[in-house]
T-cell receptor, first 113, second 114 residues
Framework: GAGVSQSPSNKVTEKGKDVELRCDPI?????LYWYRQRLGQGLEFLIY????????KSGLPSDRFSAERTGESVSTLTIQRTQQEDSAVYLC???????????FGPGTRLLVL | AQSVTQLGSHVSVSEGALVLLRCNYS??????LFWYVQYPNQGLQLLLK??????LVKGINGFEAEFKKSETSFHLTKPSAHMSDAAEYFC????????????FGKGITLSVRP
């Protein structure tokens, strides 16, 4: 079956612009996660969705970051007023409730100039 | 709180040699432990996981890892390296329960010399 997909695969933007990153999880996976991978660093947790609600937003680095999920499916991560330090690969993962494994998408590579 | 330590950022082995990638974790609750591999410009792929069953876990591509609670370790091994094993390897820990967010180590880049 289809895996986790993310779009766009690459995004170049100018400092101060807003960007939206999209994640399509595996069908039926109600748990969804966003992570960030900055150059030379490990992956950082950003936010966790169970269904359409986000019980854990503890990893969002500032109020410029927000995310939503609709229909227990697609999720959008929005970064407002982008800064150069937001440059990173943003990874989405989904998980079937009751299972331990998170399945990752290919990521969106964001470059803020 | 949970954390993962992967010592060193780069390991180089000869083709056919033993691969040993170290991972130590800290967790206040019984953990789940994972090794993921990331090939260039690709997402993460699960190699293997420990979920409180057998302490010696076998994964894909000939990799295995042993959970040692007394040492808080989950080292990844492969008896004989192949050129195709060159990639970045991440160890991760999660708590059990609904959230199960992953806490990752910084990753280790494995190079394989011909």
């Amino acid at each position: 079956g289809a895996g986790v997909s993310q779009s766009p695969s690459n995004k170049v933007t100018e400092k101060g612009k807003d960007v939206e990153l999209r994640c399509d999880p595996i069908s039926g996976h109600t748990a969804l996660y966003w992570y960030r991978q900055r150059l030379g660093q490990g992956l950082e947790f950003l936010i966790y969705f169970q269904g359409n609600s986000a019980p854990d937003k503890s990893g969002l680095p500032s109020d410029r970051f927000s995310a939503e999920r609709t229909g227990e499916s697609v999720s959008t991560l929005t970064i407002q007023r982008t800064q150069q330090e937001d440059s990173a690969v943003y990874l989405c993962a989904s998980r079937l409730v009751g299972q331990e494994t998170q399945y990752f998408g290919p990521g969106t590579r964001l470059l803020v100039l | 709180a949970q954390s993962v330590t992967q010592l060193g950022s780069h390991v180089s082995v000869s083709e056919g040699a033993l691969v040993l990638l170290r991972c130590n974790y800290s967790s206040s609750v019984p953990p789940y432990l994972f090794w993921y591999v990331q090939y260039p410009n690709q997402g993460l792929q699960l190699l293997l996981k420990y979920t409180s069953a057998a302490t010696l876990v076998k994964g894909i591509n000939g990799f295995e890892a042993e959970f040692k609670k007394s040492e808080t370790s989950f080292h990844l091994t492969k008896p004989s390296a192949h050129m195709s094993d060159a990639a970045e390897y991440f160890c991760a820990v999660s708590a059990t329960g609904a959230n199960s967010k992953l806490t990752f180590g910084k990753g280790i880049t494995l190079s394989v010399r011909p």
